[in-house]
């Protein structure tokens, strides 16, 4: 034990933070402790902390080792005989933190501000430093105090009762704060009671009388002698306590929700901060937190630190505990740059402090131009990334219509192929029934002949027959031309219903070209591609225009068919009555020339050549009343790319 303490008095002259364990006492009415000892969490000694739960155990009788450690039965007065140091060296112009750190309950309030009985660290650090003062009779002291809180990631002054807005803080010096001079330790006490009166607080399932915010009681000395000028600041800070929701029983509460989250966000920072400092990293973020800032000359400036860590026995918050002895534990290899803020008395403000803040200038510029850098770098690659999107869209567009134009082209192309086949055959099947029609005639001019030969003969039976003949291969080539007629308005029902269909497709294409014409808004048009495809579209429209009228010809010499047809009939209806009145008058040609006249009147009312000419007018009519191609995209604002 002796050996351990001479090592601490040499570790003491050194510029280490110097980090105290302090361990509450149990079954105090209110705190989340339970009723059992520190036997079954932890043992403890004068430096040393072993935990006996989880793999902490596994670090044997080495444990953690601090600067002292608190039992549970000490007094304010211990701690403070610890830490009075950093008042005295304040008077020499070093400046000082004192600061209490640990989970919510464990008592840290208590150290810094203490009781009626007992009092606080705080309390007797002002005792110290005006008995101090008033010992040093060579030196003219003067001593103002300010007290203000963070709160919810904003400073607020708590000597102030007019100002009640959010402090700005720049480094670590806050501005526009209220100082209230102090001659005495009286006045300096006072001040720090109307300030705790204004202090959030509130009650909590851990804690009757929970701190809400971090508070910072800041004493700025100023010492004058001769040609000489010191000038220090001491801290005495009381950070407000991490904590669960939930196990604190506000998780439904909005506004304490957000205290516990602004609160733990601002001690994240300050571990952030000591784990930095303990890793001797380049670059130090003291910018995540206000605390942090404020706090930066005394973590790992020129500052003489001391962090008093608060811990419980309970064992559910046997986690809790473990995490503030890991952070005692990082702070403790933490050097500070130790010097005296001493100038000469015709220079008010260190040369070193000037130079500080044009460094911590430059180093805020420098942030905002990186980020700056990257804002933009950021933005570019959006842009870049929104203009590439577009991009793409607009290809895959014009490849769905490029693709649309080439089936509608190709399904025209073939609808012109069947067209012109069907013409042909049409014309085919015309070319052969004018020669059957010539054929016919020469055999009525034939008959015409052998009846005239033959008028002197009684007996026309053989004529008879002859006739009956020639008019049952008439039937018969008459057969053949109705199943030709029957195939020629099968194709062109067939054309009929490609027509149907086409239009179909049409409605289709034109449904989709409206909706391409929406998002097509957004697009760059093209003028150029849209009158060719109109002027492609209306020659298209012209040919099916050629096609119908070629049709509408077709269907006039199925009229003039018909009517030779009609004639022809006429025509063998004279010859039958010609033969009735030249015949003999035996019953069994009576009957045969009535059987004759009754199959010409049923055979040859050449129903087929009506039907064909009716589908042919329908089918015309029907290409007629089809929208024009060119109409329907004419009546179109924009043509899409």
């Known amino acids: 034990k002796a050996t351990v303490s001479v090592l601490y008095?040499?570790?003491?002259?050194?510029?280490k933070i110097k980090v105290f364990v302090r361990l509450r006492p149990v079954a105090v009415e209110g705190a989340p402790d339970v009723t059992n000892g520190y036997d079954e969490v932890m043992n403890y000694s004068d430096y040393r902390v072993r935990p006996l739960q989880g793999k902490e155990a596994e670090r044997g009788k080495e444990g953690y080792v601090f600067q002292r450690v608190f039992a549970p039965t000490c007094e304010n007065s211990e701690v403070f005989k610890e830490v009075r140091e950093v008042t005295s060296a304040a008077l020499d112009g070093i400046s000082g933190t004192i600061l209490a750190y640990g989970q919510t309950a464990t008592g840290k309030t208590h150290t810094m501000r203490g009781s009626e009985t007992d009092p606080g660290v705080t309390e007797r650090v002002v005792n110290l430093l005006f008995k101090e003062i008033s010992r040093r009779q060579d030196w003219s002291y003067s001593v103002e105090v300010a007290y203000f809180e963070i709160y919810n990631e904003k400073v607020?002054?708590?000597?102030?009762?007019?100002?009640?807005?959010?402090?700005?803080?720049?480094?670590?010096?806050?501005?526009?704060?209220?100082?209230?001079?102090?001659?005495?330790?009286?006045e300096a006490k006072a001040s720090l009671l109307c300030g705790e009166a204004n202090r959030k607080k509130s009650k909590t399932d851990l804690n009757e009388y929970s701190s809400r915010s971090h508070t910072v009681f800041r004493v700025q000395i100023t010492g004058v002698s001769g040609g000489k000028r010191r000038r220090s600041l001491l801290h005495l800070v009381d950070l407000a306590g991490s904590e669960n929701a939930k196990a604190a029983g506000y998780s439904d509460d909005t506004a304490q929700r957000q205290e516990g989250g602004a609160i733990n966000k601002?001690?994240?920072a300050l571990t952030n901060v000591i784990k930095g400092l303990a890793d001797k990293k380049t670059h130090i973020n003291y910018r995540d937190s206000k605390l942090t800032r404020i706090l930066q000359n005394s973590l790992g400036g020129s500052a003489r630190t001391c962090i008093i860590c608060c811990i419980t026995a309970a064992k559910k918050y046997?986690?809790?505990?473990?995490?503030?002895?890991?952070?005692?534990n990082r702070a403790g290899v933490v050097f500070n740059t130790v010097k005296v803020n001493e100038v000469d008395g015709s220079r008010s403000v260190p040369w070193d402090s000037y130079c500080k803040i044009l460094a911590l200038y430059k180093e805020d510029l420098e942030m905002a131009q990186t980020r700056e850098q990257k804002l933009i770098k950021q933005m570019t690659a959006e842009c870049a990334q929104v203009l590439q999107n577009a991009h793409n869209e607009a290809m895959r567009n014009e490849e769905v219509h490029l693709e649309m134009d080439y089936q509608s082209q190709q399904h025209l192309s073939s609808l012109r192929t069947q067209l012109a086949t069907i013409q042909k055959e049409a014309a085919e099947q015309k070319a052969s029934l004018e020669n059957e029609l010539d054929f016919l005639k020469g055999k009525q001019e034939e008959l015409q002949q052998k009846v005239a030969e033959k008028e002197g003969v009684v007996d026309k039976t053989g004529e008879v027959e002859a006739l009956k003949e020639e008019a049952s291969e008439l039937e018969e080539k008459v057969k053949k031309s109705e199943k030709e007629m029957k195939k020629l308005t099968s194709e062109l029902t067939k054309v009929e219903k490609q027509a149907a269909a086409v239009e179909g497709n049409l409605e289709k294409v034109n449904k989709k070209?409206?909706?391409?014409?929406?998002?097509?808004e957004e697009l760059t048009s093209d003028a150029k591609l849209k009158d060719d495809l109109i002027e492609k579209l209306e020659s298209k429209t012209m040919d099916m225009e050629v096609a119908a009228a070629k049709e509408e010809t077709l269907s006039e010499e199925n009229k003039k068919l018909r009517q030779e047809c009609e004639e022809k009939a006429a025509t063998i209806t004279g010859l039958k009555r010609s033969a009735e009145e030249a015949g003999a008058p035996s019953k069994r040609s009576k009957t045969t020339r009535a059987d004759i006249t009754k199959f010409l009147k049923t055979k040859l009312e050449m129903a087929p050549l009506r039907d064909l000419s009716n589908s042919l007018n329908e089918s015309t009519s029907t290409i007629k009343k089809a929208p024009r191609v060119s109409t329907m995209f004419k009546d179109l604002n924009m043509w899409p790319v």
């Open 318 to 328: 046997f986690a809790e505990t473990m995490s503030t002895i890991h952070f005692a």
């Open 513 to 520: 070209l409206k909706a391409a014409e929406e998002k097509a």
């Open 266 to 268: 601002s001690l994240l």
């Open 156 to 186: 607020f002054d708590l000597l102030s009762s007019t100002s009640k807005k959010d402090l700005e803080v720049r480094c670590d010096n806050v501005q526009g704060l209220h100082f209230d001079t102090a001659k005495c330790a009286d």
């Open 9 to 15: 008095w040499l570790v003491s002259m050194t510029d």
